[in-house]
C-alpha cells in the first residue's frame, strides 16, 4: 500500500461528472505484418496480460480517505479481472475516418471506474477505408486516470506493450522485463487512515518548506522583472475566445498525419528554433485560419499552456504518477506571415525556458506533490472553477498543446505494425481545447479534443491545421528559402525609429520597477539552471 502525491491527488480533485481527468492512448496496427492467422480478440488480450507487470499501476486501485483530509492510497485490487479492462468494438461498414472519430470520441468522453484499477483498453476492429491506413487494421485505444500517470509515463507504458524486429526476424521487447516482488495483500483501514491523515497534513508542510524556500526569493525577481515586461507591452493576459468556454459532457476528436522531415525544415528557417516551436507556430497558423473564418480573431495572441517534464534522469520511476511543471507560450495568432510567427515563437519559447530553468520547474513541480491534502479540496474546486485560468476575470490561456515524443524506429505487437500513435486530452471548463501531438517514426501525429458544444466542427480545424502546414513548408523550397532571406534581412535593415513607442507614463513605472529589480536580482543569472 502507497500513497498518491499531491500532484496526483489533484487530478482526483478536479474531476466532474461531465469532465474527469483522464487520457487516451490510440495505436492503430497494420495485420499484414503478421505471419500466419490474423490476429484475435483474445490474442491481444492474452498479450496485454503478459505485460500487466510492466507498472503497478495495471493491477492497483485508489481508495480515498475520509473526508478527504488525506492523500488517497494505491491499493491491489482484489477483484481484478482482466476481461473487466480489456473490450471489444468493432466499426460498421464502411469503416471510415469519421466513424472512427466518432467511437473514439464516445469512449472517452465516458469516465473510468475508480472503484477498480483505473485504466480501459478498447480493440477495435474494422478500420477497413481509412485513408492512408492498411485495410484490415486494428486500433487499441487505453484509457487511464490522469492521477496513474502523465505523458511520459504514458509513453513508457505503450513502449511496454510493444516489440522491436530485432537479428533474424525474432521480436525483442522494447523494455526489459521487471523483476516484482509478489504484492502483500494488505487490508485498507479506515481508523488508520484518519490517525496518517494528522501525519499527511504536518509532514506534507514539513516537506514543502526546502522547495518553498528556494523557489520564493527566485519568483519574486522573476516576478518583478516579468512584472516590468508586461508594463511596456501593455500585456494583460490571454484574449478571450470560444476555447474558454464551459464544456458539455460529450467530446469531438481528430488528428492530422505531417513528416517530422518537413516539420525538422520549417524548424530550420529560424535559428535556434526546435522542433515543438515549428509545432506551435504550425498550430497558432491553424487556429489562425479557423478563428478568421468565423469572424472571432481577437487582435492579440492566443496563448497555450503546456506540461513539461521535470524528472531528472531515468532512475526516476516513469511508468507512474505525475512528474510535470506548466509553462505559457504564445501562439502568434496575431501575425499573418508563418515565419514572423515562428521568429516571435522561438524568442517567447526561449524567454519562457529562461524563467522556468531561474525558478526552478523541478522545485513548483515538488510544491504541487507537497501540497497539505487538506488543501488539495479546495485547490481543486478553485481550479475548476476558473477553469485552470482559461476563465475568470483574467484569461491566462486559451488551449493547450502537450507532446509525447515517442521513437523513431517500427513498433509491433505480436507481430502487428504500430502505424498510427495519437492522443486525447482531459478537458476542464474553461480549458476546452487540447492539442496532443505525437511522434513515431518519422511521423507527427496532431490531435485534438474539444467539446461539440466548443468546436461543432473538428474536420474543419484539421484542414487549418493542413494549410497551415502547407504555407509553411513551401517556405522550405528555393522560392521559399529565397523569400525568407530577403524578409530577415529586410527585417534586420528596418529603422529603429519605426519601433512602436512606449508611452512617458508607462517608461517612468517601468523604471522604477527595473530599479527594484536591479536591486534584487543579485546571484540569479549566475545560477545554474535547476532543470
Known amino acids: 500500500m502507497s500513497k498518491l502525491n499531491g500532484l496526483d491527488a489533484m487530478f482526483l480533485n478536479v474531476d466532474r461528472p461531465h469532465a474527469a481527468s483522464h487520457c487516451t492512448m490510440i495505436y492503430i496496427y497494420d495485420q499484414s505484418t503478421v505471419k500466419g492467422q490474423r490476429l484475435g480478440f483474445r490474442d491481444v488480450v492474452r498479450h496485454i496480460e503478459s505485460r500487466l507487470d510492466a507498472s503497478p499501476t495495471f493491477r492497483r486501485k485508489i481508495v480515498q480517505v475520509p473526508f478527504g483530509l488525506g492523500y488517497p492510497y494505491w491499493v491491489e485490487d482484489d477483484l481484478f479481472d482482466i476481461d473487466f479492462h480489456v473490450r471489444h468494438f468493432a466499426l460498421p461498414k464502411p469503416g471510415d475516418w469519421r466513424q472512427f472519430c466518432i467511437l473514439v470520441s464516445r469512449i472517452h468522453a465516458r469516465a473510468v471506474d475508480l472503484?477498480?484499477?483505473?485504466?480501459?483498453?478498447?480493440?477495435?476492429?474494422?478500420?477497413?477505408?481509412?485513408?492512408?491506413?492498411?485495410?484490415g487494421s486494428f486500433a487499441i485505444l487505453t484509457k487511464t486516470h490522469h492521477a496513474a500517470t502523465d505523458g511520459t509515463a504514458a509513453a513508457e507504458l505503450t513502449w511496454a506493450l510493444h516489440d522491436l524486429a530485432g537479428a533474424r526476424g525474432k521480436s525483442v521487447p522494447v523494455t526489459a522485463a521487471r523483476k516484482t516482488a509478489e504484492a502483500k495483500r494488505t487490508r485498507f483501514r479506515y481508523m488508520d487512515a484518519v490517525t496518517r491523515m494528522l501525519t499527511d497534513n504536518v509532514s506534507a508542510s514539513v516537506r514543502m518548506a526546502v522547495p518553498l524556500a528556494r523557489v520564493l526569493p527566485k519568483l519574486a525577481t522573476t516576478g518583478?522583472?516579468?512584472?516590468?515586461?508586461s508594463l511596456l507591452a501593455g500585456d494583460g493576459g490571454a484574449p478571450r475566445t470560444r476555447f474558454n468556454a464551459d464544456v458539455s459532457a460529450r467530446r469531438v476528436w481528430d488528428s492530422v498525419t505531417l513528416d517530422l522531415a518537413d516539420i525538422k525544415r520549417i524548424k530550420n528557417l529560424v535559428p535556434g528554433a526546435t522542433v515543438n516551436d515549428a509545432v506551435l507556430a504550425l498550430i497558432g497558423g491553424g487556429l489562425r485560419r479557423y478563428l478568421v473564418a468565423k469572424d472571432e480573431l481577437p487582435a492579440k495572441s492566443l496563448v497555450s499552456l503546456a506540461p513539461v517534464n521535470t524528472r531528472q534522469d531515468s532512475s526516476e520511476n516513469q511508468t507512474a504518477g505525475n512528474t510535470v511543471s506548466m509553462l505559457r507560450f504564445p501562439l502568434g495568432t496575431n501575425l499573418d506571415d508563418p515565419l514572423e510567427r515562428l521568429q516571435a515563437i522561438q524568442a517567447a519559447t526561449s524567454e519562457s525556458k529562461t524563467v522556468q530553468q531561474a525558478i526552478g520547474a523541478r522545485e513548483l513541480t515538488d510544491l504541487q506533490k507537497f501540497t497539505p491534502p487538506a488543501t488539495l479540496g479546495l485547490a481543486g474546486r478553485l481550479?475548476?472553477?476558473?477553469?485552470?485560468?482559461?476563465?475568470?476575470?483574467?484569461?491566462?490561456?486559451?488551449?493547450?498543446?502537450?507532446?509525447?515524443?515517442?521513437?523513431?524506429?517500427?513498433?509491433?505487437?505480436?507481430?502487428a505494425k504500430l502505424v498510427h500513435w495519437g492522443g486525447v486530452g482531459p478537458l476542464v471548463d474553461g480549458l476546452s481545447l487540447i492539442f496532443n501531438p505525437t511522434s513515431y517514426c518519422g511521423k507527427l501525429f496532431i490531435s485534438m479534443t474539444s467539446a461539440p458544444n466548443v468546436l461543432p466542427d473538428p474536420e474543419f480545424l484539421s484542414r487549418c491545421l493542413n494549410e497551415s502546414f502547407e504555407e509553411m513548408r513551401k517556405l522550405t523550397g528555393a522560392e521559399g528559402e529565397k523569400t525568407v532571406v530577403e524578409k530577415v534581412e529586410a527585417k534586420a535593415t528596418k529603422p529603429r525609429a519605426a519601433a512602436k513607442k512606449v508611452p512617458a507614463a508607462k517608461r517612468a513605472r517601468a523604471a522604477k520597477v527595473t530599479e527594484a529589480v536591479a536591486a534584487e536580482q543579485s546571484g540569479l543569472d549566475g545560477e545554474a539552471p535547476a532543470v
Do not use: Q
Open 224 to 229: 518583478v522583472r516579468s512584472f516590468a515586461r
Open 383 to 415: 481550479a475548476t472553477a476558473t477553469g485552470m485560468g482559461g476563465k475568470g476575470p483574467v484569461v491566462l490561456h486559451n488551449c493547450m498543446v502537450t507532446n509525447v515524443p515517442g521513437p523513431n524506429v517500427p513498433l509491433y505487437m505480436l507481430g
Open 115 to 135: 472503484s477498480r484499477a483505473p485504466w480501459e483498453m478498447y480493440v477495435i476492429e474494422g478500420l477497413d477505408n481509412v485513408e492512408g491506413i492498411p485495410k
